[in-house]
């Protein structure tokens, strides 16, 4: 038996909903990049090894270059794109931006929106842990300090703290 040609999918990406028809085999990633032109999210090393690819998909990370498109039929995708409220920025995006959390730019999409998962997950509740969750995302210029510090911040955690009394709430995280 073949798989079709074409599926039809119905998706919805930073609250709005398209349908349309895509090829079986066309990644979840290329589907936003080339057939949405929602570039923010980067295409590193298309394995799922580098993290450059995060977004959130029911409000949970996953690399957006190992999925399928059409595995995401009737879900919610959100990009780096669709964190802002207009001028707003997400407190994730102030915090990358107060804290240099970045060099190059090139891996800050994913790790922005990791991050946004990490803290609606609720597991982060010292220094230790965000280190750790985040370890997925590659930072080549290697401003990791950085990025601990903002993400840490947005967390309510103390950026040197390696135990859990600075627990945060599943959830809690602004959008």
């Not at 980067?42 to 090894?49: E, I, M, R, S």
């Not at 370890?135 to 390696?162: M, T, W």
Request: charged residues 20%; proline residues 4%; glycine residues 10%.
């Amino acid at each position: 038996m073949q798989a079709p040609a074409r599926c039809p999918l119905t998706i919805t990406v930073n609250g709005q909903q398209h349908t349309m028809e895509v090829e079986a085999w066309v990644t979840l990633l290329d589907l936003l990049r080339e057939r949405m032109g929602l570039t923010g999210t980067k295409k590193g090393c298309d394995h799922g090894q580098c993290g450059a690819c995060t977004v959130l998909v029911d409000g949970r990370r996953i690399n957006s270059c190992m999925t399928l498109a059409v595995m995401n039929d009737g879900r919610e995708v959100q990009t780096i794109e669709g964190l802002a409220k207009g001028d707003q920025l997400h407190p994730l995006q102030q915090a990358f931006i107060e804290q240099d959390a970045f060099q190059c730019g090139y891996c800050t999409p994913g790790q922005i929106c990791s991050a946004v998962g990490l803290i609606s997950e609720g597991r982060a509740r010292c220094s230790a842990d965000v280190r750790e969750l985040m370890s997925g995302n590659v930072c080549r210029c290697g401003a990791y300090p950085q990025i601990l510090r903002a993400v840490s911040q947005v967390a309510g955690i103390a950026p040197d703290s390696e135990n859990a009394e600075h627990a945060i709430t599943i959830g809690t995280v602004p959008a």
